[in-house]
């Protein structure tokens, strides 16, 4: 079994940043799902409201291994394909 590591992306941006802020990526309602149930959890950090994300607090990748091997894959190629949309 291969591990899927997250893309940088993910070590900055939290679940619902990247269900709601993804350039270009269609998300099917499993995987949008599953992002937003990862806010929903107990040890998910909610002091903050609408800034930055502080130096990855509540970054996706953390929340990493609780997603399929699927939504990994899907996620990595939307943040590729956003990160060559915005000029990273």
């Known amino acids: 079994m291969t591990k899927i590591k997250p893309n940088m992306l993910f070590d900055h941006w939290s679940p619902d940043e990247v ?3 993804l350039v270009g990526f269609s998300y ?3 995987l949008y799902a599953a992002l937003w149930k990862l806010v929903s959890e107990d040890k998910y950090d909610h002091s903050f409201n609408e800034l930055p994300d502080n130096l990855g607090r509540n970054a996706l990748s953390k929340w990493w291994d609780k997603l399929s091997d699927d939504h990994k894959t899907k996620l990595n190629e939307a943040a590729g394909k956003h990160m060559k949309e915005m000029g990273y």
């Open 19 to 21: 269900a709601e802020c």
């Open 28 to 30: 099917g309602d499993d």
